[in-house]
Nanobody, 120 residues
Framework: QVRLVESGGGLVQAGGSLRLSCAAS????????MGWYRQAPGKQRELVAV????GRTKYADSVKGRFTISRDNTLYLQMNSLKPEDTAVYYC?????????????????WGQGTQVTVSS
């Protein structure tokens, strides 16, 4: 089992910045990708960004140029130029990624989520 704990969410004005963090513990051997997803009220959960163990990244079109994913022993999401439409619960994800193009996972784990609210 893998435990993922997110932190760094909060309330920010439009145009502001936040940095999310995700700490992983447990049986992390075999995990080759970590990422961030988000879910806004009434919408499906969607990919925000993912980074592989080899450093390859993938971003949702809506956040390209504004968000940056990175990792050391912790996963980060630097969010700049935030917009009200970025308001959502952000979830950390870690797993065995089979295909970066299709985002097909063999298995994956999820954190509990952290709320990000952007006011206009």
């Amino acid at each position: 089992q893998v435990r993922l704990v997110e932190s760094g969410g909060g309330l920010v004005q439009a145009g502001g910045s936040l940095r999310l963090s995700c700490a992983a513990s447990g049986s992390v051997l075999g995990i080759n990708a970590m990422g961030w997803y988000r879910q806004a009220p009434g919408k499906q959960r969607e990919l925000v960004a993912v980074i592989t163990s080899g450093g390859r990244t993938k971003y949702a079109d809506s956040v390209k140029g504004r968000f940056t994913i990175s990792r050391d022993n912790t996963l980060y999401l630097q969010m700049n130029s935030l917009k009200p439409e970025d308001t959502a619960v952000y979830y950390c994800n870690a797993g065995r990624l089979l295909d970066l193009g299709t985002m097909q996972f063999d298995y994956a784990y999820w954190g509990q989520g952290t709320q990000v609210t952007v006011s206009s």
